[in-house]
């Protein structure tokens, strides 16, 4: 059975930083892309950030552009957000996601990624 879990999330002050973790288990999706989405309440799911299995190729979506950083350790079956800079805005749920599809290009939309975890909740604090 594959699973996708996310952990590191949790309540922070404006400015802080949390470093959001998702692990897989149950097949390798070292040659798959991966990405982070979030959703606020009332909100529709919103993509993040995504990357190639190389880490060649990484897209943010402009509002975190600077302040987040997505990354995975193949050997570990783990991909990374670093977050810094919170803002309240930042509130939300974060999804990681898997595409099953093996290609460099890391999709921006929720409906071309296979694979979802059960989220992980950040809440920044004004």
């Known amino acids: 059975q594959v699973q996708l879990v996310e952990s590191g999330g949790g309540l922070v002050q404006t400015g802080g930083s949390l470093r959001l973790s998702c692990k897989s288990s149950?097949?390798?999706?070292?040659?798959?892309?991966m990405g982070w989405f979030r959703q606020a309440p009332g909100k529709e799911r919103e993509f993040v950030a995504a990357l190639s299995w190389n880490e060649f190729n990484v897209k943010y979506v402009d509002s975190v552009k600077g302040r987040f950083t997505i990354s995975r350790d193949n050997a570990k079956n783990t991909v990374y957000l670093q977050m810094n800079s919170l803002k309240p805005e930042d509130t939300a749920v974060y999804y990681c996601a898997a595409r099953a599809v093996i290609t460099n290009l890391p999709p921006i939309h929720p409906d071309e990624y296979d694979y979802w975890g059960q989220g992980t909740q950040v809440t920044v604090s004004s």
């Open positions: 149950g097949r390798t999706f070292s040659r798959n892309p």
